[in-house]
């Protein structure tokens, strides 16, 4: 408290303790003018100032205080005018105003003071408040009919104007007390001081109208003191520290008892007038208590079909409508519960999980948008509904991750089937607009209790598996043990990559690419190394696997790109302005974003379009996909080459290889490796005679030998490349090897910018 607020209350509790002795200790009943009317008012009035400076000076819960600083300041000004124009204490009287403001005002205020205090209370709990103050003036109006009605000469009027003092009063305790109860009186003890103040002015009230009915009040009783002690009090609690706002919940079952105490009393009103002369207003308050209680059941009811929508909601993904990760776990709680009640040594049948994962989702949801990812995953999750059978549950825990809970004692069998069954169900192509895509998929699969001993542990068995699965390839893996290093170790790996990708700890090596008519290096393939800080120097089939599982193939090649074309522009500066090619994905190729950062590279760096070429491989022509052709028209009217890498290992369509119109075919190496194979050499003939025809080159890879380079030169392949010719060097290597080729062959490089 402010040191002027310290000193009012002291003085106010000084006061209340005078006044209090005063009437235990005075000799004769009846008004003292500077006790009774200066002192008690001034002890009501001051009390209302101090709350009212509580909420001017404060700003945390200010309207509250202020409401309730406002209703004292009425009650006090209502006894101010009552000592000084109702000398004879008659009621209904000029003071009752201001003495019946008090009450909703001081109501508004607690309401605005819990719900500062615990916000997002539900509708019923002030419907309970109502029914409680109906239930209570019911009561007053068949116990204090008759002392009222004696007090004020049976006038109607006055009887309304003297129940609605106990009615308010009761009412408001109802409030405090649920309030303290709602809040806890460990969180908040304010409350408590505010129900104890309410408390004894309700005493005071009733003391009062019992006294005034029989015809005995005078002033001067210790009751009396009840009012300026009440008003002290709720100055107390207006400047106690507020502590700090806890999530404490309503207990449920005391959230009942209110509208059950309501009902019983209300209908025990109703029955009592029967047979004992009930007055007519307490049967109106029971009857209105009847129907605010109907009204609370209907609430309850509303928010019971409520809470079970959103219990349904809770357990179902909004995207697929199938169920979601919240109802897979509770399933497998739900099983290891059943684990934990199970007595016996033979261990209890458990359920299975199948943990499904699509291979390169987010490479297509990055590039195609998320628009487009979304309608995949809607399509998906039909197909794979209609795979699965009664007693399965599948579900969707978020992304690109699907799961199917298999029923107790479910066998690897069963679990295998089914997921051969899911990895049929993709096969065939998903339309997505304009676009036509495939889409693999990796499954993990654990059983309980053959892989875990409770079922809640085999959401981590077959994420391991199914993380076996991708980085393995394989698109069924059952869990094993010895596998959790392996996920620990790819995690690991991911993260360290992250921090590669950042740090500049990528690098290019560049093999050449030599023309089989002059033996001159037309150009270089840049292959990707990551000088790893421990590892040493880690070739691209250690780390690529894990980049297009982690979504980190767009930034691994943009820096590819850029290493490529800046050692491009060093080498045109030195007099040798050879060309690369750099590996790209088929979701790089989808990418629109990948022309417009081609396009930029080529110009920060001054190096020609046609001194890059693009390499792909030939999964690409099994994408029907409208974008991916008019990022590659882009990337033609840009003078980019492109070539098809490891060309005859897919199934390709050769009516999609016209429409990309490439500039390369690459033939891949298996087959160059077996010659001289008569299939081999067709082969080579007819590919040879394919690329010739397209307009297209053709390269060998993986020459090892000279043999195999002549005969290579023989069937009509363009270009060649191999261990034969010279490993991936690093730039500065593959300069010093160029330098020494061009004095070996007295030729200078060929310029294919």
């Not at 010895?482 to 990559?497: F, S």
Request: negative net charge; aromatic residues 6%.
């Amino acid at each position: 408290m402010p040191r002027p607020v310290r000193i009012l209350f002291v003085v106010l509790l000084l006061s209340l303790a005078v006044f209090t002795l005063s009437t235990v200790l005075r000799s004769h009943e009846g008004r003292i003018v500077l006790l009774d009317n200066w002192l008690f008012d001034a002890l009501t009035l001051g009390a209302a100032a101090l709350v009212a400076a509580r909420g001017i000076y404060v700003r945390a819960e200010r309207s509250a205080w202020l409401l309730i600083g406002a209703g004292m300041a009425s009650a006090g000004i209502g006894d101010v005018l009552f000592a000084v124009l109702v000398p004879d204490g008659h009621s209904p009287s000029i003071a009752d105003p201001a003495y019946l403001a008090f009450y909703p005002l001081v109501y508004a205020g607690l309401v605005v003071l819990l719900r500062v205090r615990r916000p997002g209370l539900p509708a019923a709990i002030w419907l309970d408040g109502c029914t409680a103050g109906l239930t209570l003036a019911a009561v007053v109006a068949a116990i204090a009919f008759g002392p009222i009605s004696a007090s004020i000469g049976g006038s109607q009027t006055a009887f309304l104007v003297g129940l609605a003092y106990p009615a308010g009063d009761l009412l408001l305790l109802v409030l405090a007390v649920g309030s303290l109860t709602a809040v806890g009186w460990r969180s908040d003890p304010r409350w408590a001081l505010l129900v104890t103040g309410l408390a004894l002015y309700a005493l005071a009230d009733i003391h009062y109208l019992l006294r005034a009915g029989d015809g005995t009040f005078t002033e001067g009783y210790l009751p009396d003191a009840g009012w300026p002690a009440a008003f002290v009090l709720i100055a107390a609690a207006s400047w106690m520290k507020p502590v700090a706002r806890t999530d404490r919940s309503l207990p449920r079952l005391a959230i009942l008892i209110p509208p059950l105490v309501c009902t019983v009393t209300a209908a025990g009103l109703l029955v009592l007038d029967h047979t004992l002369p009930i007055p007519l207003l307490a049967v109106l308050l029971s009857a209105f208590t009847i129907v605010a209680v109907a009204g609370r059941l209907v609430m309850s009811f509303n928010q019971i079909s409520a809470l079970a929508d959103s219990h349904q909601q809770a357990r179902t993904d909004e995207l697929t409508t199938l169920a979601n990760r919240r109802a897979v776990t509770t399933a497998l709680s739900t099983y290891s519960f059943a684990h934990v009640l199970q007595s016996g040594p033979t261990p209890m049948a458990g359920p299975g999980l199948l943990l499904m994962d699509l291979d390169r989702f987010k490479e297509i949801n990055d590039s195609l948008g998320h628009h487009v990812g979304d309608r995949l995953l809607v399509q998906v999750a039909d197909r794979l509904s209609r795979s699965v059978r009664s007693g399965e549950l599948l579900a969707r825990l978020g992304g690109d991750e699907f799961a199917v809970v298999l029923p107790a004692g479910a066998d690897t069998g069963t679990a295998h089937a089914l997921a051969e069954r899911l990895i049929d169900a993709l096969r065939a192509p998903f339309d997505l607009e304009e676009i036509t895509v495939h889409v693999a998929a990796s499954i993990g699969i654990a059983l309980c209790p053959e892989h875990c001993d409770r079922p809640d542990e085999l959401l981590q068995r077959a994420d391991v598996a199914m993380y076996r699965a991708k980085s393995t390839q394989s698109s069924i893996v059952v869990y094993d043990a010895e596998q959790d290093a392996h996920i620990l170790d790819r995690a690991r790996t991911i993260e360290e990559l992250r921090t590669a990708i950042t740090a500049g700890q990528l690098t290019c090596h560049y093999q050449p690419k030599v023309d089989t008519n002059d033996g001159t290096v037309c150009s270089v393939e840049a292959l990707v190394r990551w000088k790893h800080p421990t590892r040493g120097l880690l070739l691209p089939e250690e780390f690529l696997v894990h980049a297009e599982q982690a979504g980190l193939m767009r930034p691994l090649t943009t820096i590819v790109l850029e290493l490529a074309l800046r050692q491009a522009r060093r080498w045109r500066d030195a007099g040798s302005p050879i060309g690369v090619a750099v590996n790209l994905s088929i979701t790089n190729l989808m990418d629109v974003a990948l022309v417009t950062d081609i396009d930029r590279l080529l110009t920060t760096y001054d190096v020609p379009a046609a001194s890059l070429t693009l390499e792909i491989t030939e999964n690409v022509l099994m994408t029907d996909s409208v974008r991916a052709r008019h990022v590659v028209e882009s990337l033609q009217d840009l003078g980019v080459g492109l070539s098809i890498d490891d060309y005859g290992t897919g199934c390709s369509s050769l009516a999609h290889l016209q429409d990309l119109a490439v500039n390369e075919l690459k033939l891949d190496k298996v087959f160059v490796t077996r010659l001289p194979s008569e299939r081999s050499i067709a082969i080579v003939r007819s590919t040879a005679a394919l690329a010739h025809s397209l307009g297209a080159l053709l390269v060998a890879e993986g020459v090892e030998n000279a043999e195999t380079l002549e005969a290579l030169r023989q069937y009509g392949c363009d270009i060649t490349q191999g261990y034969h010719h010279s490993p991936p060097l690093p730039a500065e290597e593959l300069t010093l090897w160029m330098s020494r080729r061009e004095t070996q062959f007295g030729s200078q490089l060929t310029s294919i910018g």
